[in-house]
Structure formats: structure tokens, C-alpha cells
């Protein structure tokens, strides 16, 4: 199994999961936002939302987390 066959693998099952890939995303975001210094947080929440989107979960939903 080549690299794109286990990412193509990890987007469906990603798309079959969606709500889990937002709660695992929403969880690494908090993390991210609680170890990182105040001014990276609108970085973090745009990579939490393109993370979400390219896994078909709902970028949209990228919650922002006040520390």
C-alpha cells in the first residue's frame, strides 16, 4: 500500500466518521491553543478548519477555544 492509497484509506474512513474527525480536530485545536502563545490562535483555528475540510469533516464547526 503506497502513501495516496493509505490517505485515499484515511479520507473515506474519515468521510464515514465525520462527527468523530470534528471532535478529534476540535480536541487538538483546544490543545494546540492551550500550549501556543494568545497571537497563534487564529492560526491554529485556520488549520483546524482546513484539517476538518480536507477530511470531509465540517470546517465549519472549527470551534475557537478562549484560554
Known amino acids: 500500500m503506497g502513501l495516496n492509497d ?3 484509506k484515511a479520507k473515506d474512513l474519515a468521510g ?6 470534528n471532535q478529534a480536530i476540535d480536541g487538538a485545536n483546544a490543545k494546540a ?3 501556543a502563545p494568545d497571537q497563534f490562535d ?3 483555528d ?4 482546513k ?9 465549519d464547526a472549527a ?5
Not at 484539517?51 to 470546517?59: C, D, V
Open 46 to 49: 485556520g488549520a483546524a478548519g
Open 51 to 59: 484539517a476538518q475540510g480536507a477530511l470531509g469533516g465540517n470546517a
Open 42 to 44: 487564529s492560526s491554529i
Open 6 to 8: 493509505a490517505l485515499n
Open 33 to 35: 491553543q492551550d500550549a
Open 16 to 21: 464515514e466518521h465525520p462527527d468523530q474527525v
Open 63 to 67: 470551534e475557537t477555544t478562549e484560554k
